[in-house]
C-alpha cells in the first residue's frame, strides 16, 4: 500500500501525535509511507523518522488551490493510492479526490468535542463522508455516532497507540520537590477543562502543602489561557501551580512526576493517558471517552465524574497520601497500554481492516 497521513499542524497534540505514529510505523510495514502537514509546521516535525515522505503544503486559507495542486503533483510523484486524514484535514482530503480521483480516503477521528446530534458542523462532515472509503474512531461512541451519522460503511475503533519517542534533551526542569508533582499534559483549550483541577487544587492545596501541580501543553496565550492564570491569581496558588507551555521532552518531563491527571469535559482516546502510562504512573481522570476503558477504577487509578471536584479531590488525595498505592497502580497502568495499547497490537489489526475494505494494493485501482 502506498499512504499519506494528512494532519493541519505538526504542534504536540494527540492528533497530531498519532498522524507521526502511523507515518513512522507505516514506513516499514508499506511500500510507501508519507505525511503532510497542511498549514503549520510545529515541534512534531522532529519525530518523523528517516523513511517517511514529507511534504509542507503552506495552506494560507480553506480553499488554497495552489496547496491542493502542490499535494496532487506529490500524490501523482508518489503514486499514494490512500490518504489517511486526521481530524479536520478531511476537508483537504476530500478536495483532492475531485482533481485526483485514484487516491482513496480514510478518516481518522480524533475528536471527542460533541458525539451528540448537535456535534458541530455534522452536516458539513455528513456531506464529505460520500467521500470516505473507511473511518478510524478512537472510541467507541464516535464509533457509534459514526455509524448513525455518516454515510461510510466501513467504519472501525482503533485504539490510539503510544511508542518510545526520540530521546530529547532534557530541558524542561519541574518546579516544586521530587517525589510531590501533579502534572496535567493537555493544551490549554476548554475542552480540557484545567478549571475543575484548579478547584481542586484550591481545595486541597493547604492540606498537602508541599505538592506542587504542573501544566503542560501548547499555550496559545488566548481568553482560556489568560482566565486560567488569573483563577490562579485569584486563589493566591502561583507557588503551588506552574504553567509550562509546550514542551518536547515530555518523557522526561513525565518523570519528573508522581500522578498523572485528566479533567477534560470530553476526550477521544488521550496520546497523553497512554504516556502516563508507558512511564508507569498513576492516573486520576474524568469519566469521560476511552479513559474509563485504560484506567481501571481502583486498580490503575481513579475515575471522577466529569465537573464533580469533590470526588476529583477525595480520588487524588488518596494517591497524594499513598505511595505504594501509586507505585502499584503504576504498574497496572504500565501493563495494560504495553499488552493492549501497544505499536504492534494497533497496527496488525489496521492492516486486516484495510486489507478488508479492499485498500491493500491487490485491489488497487
Given at each position: 500500500?502506498?499512504?499519506?497521513?494528512?494532519?493541519?499542524?505538526?504542534?504536540?497534540?494527540g492528533?497530531?501525535?498519532m498522524?507521526?505514529c502511523?507515518?513512522?510505523?507505516?514506513?516499514?510495514?508499506m511500500?510507501?509511507?508519507?505525511l503532510v502537514?497542511?498549514?503549520?509546521?510545529g515541534?512534531?516535525?522532529?519525530?518523523?523518522?528517516?523513511?517517511?515522505?514529507?511534504?509542507f503544503?503552506?495552506?494560507?486559507?480553506r480553499?488554497?488551490l495552489?496547496?491542493?495542486?502542490?499535494l496532487r503533483k506529490f500524490?501523482?510523484q508518489?503514486?499514494v493510492r490512500?490518504i489517511?486524514?486526521?481530524?479536520?484535514s478531511?476537508?483537504?482530503?476530500?478536495?483532492?479526490?475531485?482533481?485526483?480521483p485514484?487516491?482513496?480516503?480514510?478518516?481518522?477521528d480524533?475528536?471527542?468535542?460533541?458525539?451528540?446530534?448537535?456535534?458541530?458542523?455534522t452536516?458539513?462532515?455528513?456531506?464529505f463522508?460520500f467521500?470516505?472509503k473507511?473511518i478510524i474512531s478512537?472510541n467507541?461512541?464516535?464509533?457509534e455516532?459514526a455509524?448513525r451519522?455518516l454515510?461510510c460503511?466501513n467504519?472501525?475503533?482503533?485504539q490510539?497507540?503510544v511508542?518510545?519517542?526520540?530521546?530529547?534533551s532534557k530541558?524542561?526542569?519541574?518546579?516544586?520537590?521530587k517525589?510531590?508533582?501533579v502534572?496535567y499534559l493537555a493544551?490549554?483549550?476548554?475542552q480540557?477543562?484545567?478549571?475543575?483541577?484548579?478547584?481542586?487544587i484550591?481545595?486541597?492545596?493547604?492540606?498537602y502543602?508541599d505538592?506542587?501541580?504542573?501544566f503542560?501543553?501548547n499555550?496559545?496565550?488566548?481568553q482560556y489561557s489568560?482566565?486560567?492564570?488569573?483563577?490562579?491569581?485569584a486563589?493566591?496558588?502561583e507557588?503551588?501551580?506552574f504553567?509550562y507551555?509546550l514542551k518536547?521532552?515530555v518523557?522526561?518531563i513525565?518523570?519528573?512526576?508522581?500522578i498523572g491527571v485528566?479533567?477534560?469535559n470530553?476526550?477521544?482516546?488521550?496520546v497523553a493517558?497512554?504516556e502516563?502510562?508507558?512511564?508507569?504512573?498513576?492516573?486520576?481522570?474524568?469519566?469521560?471517552g476511552?479513559?474509563?476503558?485504560?484506567v481501571e477504577?481502583?486498580?490503575?487509578?481513579?475515575i471522577?465524574?466529569v465537573?464533580?471536584?469533590a470526588?476529583?479531590?477525595?480520588?487524588?488525595s488518596?494517591?497524594?497520601?499513598?505511595?505504594?498505592?501509586?507505585?502499584?497502580?503504576g504498574e497496572v497502568?504500565h501493563?495494560?497500554?504495553m499488552e493492549n495499547?501497544?505499536e504492534?497490537?494497533v497496527?496488525n489489526?489496521?492492516i486486516?481492516?484495510?486489507?478488508r475494505?479492499?485498500?491493500h494494493?491487490l485491489?488497487?485501482?
Amino acid at each position: 500500500m502506498r499512504i499519506i497521513q494528512i494532519i493541519d499542524s505538526l504542534d504536540v497534540g494527540g492528533a497530531e501525535k498519532m498522524a507521526v505514529c502511523y507515518a513512522n510505523s507505516l514506513a516499514t510495514r508499506m511500500e510507501f509511507s508519507g505525511l503532510v502537514a497542511t498549514r503549520k509546521e510545529g515541534c512534531l516535525k522532529s519525530e518523523i523518522k528517516e523513511g517517511v515522505e514529507y511534504l509542507f503544503l503552506q495552506k494560507k486559507h480553506r480553499l488554497d488551490l495552489k496547496a491542493i495542486l502542490r499535494l496532487r503533483k506529490f500524490c501523482k510523484q508518489n503514486d499514494v493510492r490512500t490518504i489517511q486524514a486526521h481530524s479536520s484535514s478531511f476537508f483537504v482530503a476530500c478536495i483532492l479526490k475531485v482533481l485526483y480521483p485514484k487516491v482513496k480516503i480514510l478518516w481518522h477521528d480524533h475528536h471527542g468535542i460533541d458525539i451528540s446530534p448537535r456535534r458541530q458542523g455534522t452536516l458539513y462532515l455528513q456531506l464529505f463522508s460520500f467521500f470516505f472509503k473507511g473511518i478510524i474512531s478512537v472510541n467507541t461512541q464516535l464509533e457509534e455516532w459514526a455509524k448513525r451519522k455518516l454515510f461510510c460503511k466501513n467504519i472501525i475503533y482503533l485504539q490510539n497507540f503510544v511508542v518510545a519517542e526520540k530521546e530529547h534533551s532534557k530541558q524542561t526542569f519541574l518546579n516544586g520537590e521530587k517525589g510531590k508533582r501533579v502534572l496535567y499534559l493537555a493544551n490549554l483549550r476548554l475542552q480540557k477543562n484545567h478549571f475543575l483541577l484548579l478547584d481542586v487544587i484550591q481545595k486541597i492545596h493547604l492540606q498537602y502543602t508541599d505538592w506542587t501541580f504542573h501544566f503542560v501543553g501548547n499555550d496559545m496565550n488566548d481568553q482560556y489561557s489568560k482566565d486560567i492564570k488569573s483563577r490562579i491569581a485569584a486563589f493566591g496558588i502561583e507557588n503551588v501551580v506552574f504553567v509550562y507551555g509546550l514542551k518536547q521532552d515530555v518523557s522526561h518531563i513525565i518523570n519528573q512526576c508522581d500522578i498523572g491527571v485528566f479533567t477534560s469535559n470530553s476526550e477521544g482516546l488521550p496520546v497523553a493517558l497512554l504516556e502516563y502510562g508507558l512511564n508507569k504512573k498513576p492516573v486520576v481522570a474524568t469519566e469521560v471517552g476511552q479513559i474509563p476503558f485504560i484506567v481501571e477504577h481502583n486498580k490503575s487509578g481513579f475515575i471522577s465524574e466529569v465537573k464533580n471536584v469533590a470526588a476529583f479531590s477525595k480520588n487524588l488525595s488518596k494517591l497524594i497520601r499513598d505511595e505504594q498505592l501509586r507505585a502499584d497502580f503504576g504498574e497496572v497502568m504500565h501493563r495494560t497500554v504495553m499488552e493492549n495499547y501497544s505499536e504492534e497490537a494497533v497496527l496488525n489489526k489496521y492492516i486486516s481492516w484495510v486489507k478488508r475494505i479492499k485498500i491493500h494494493p491487490l485491489h488497487a485501482e
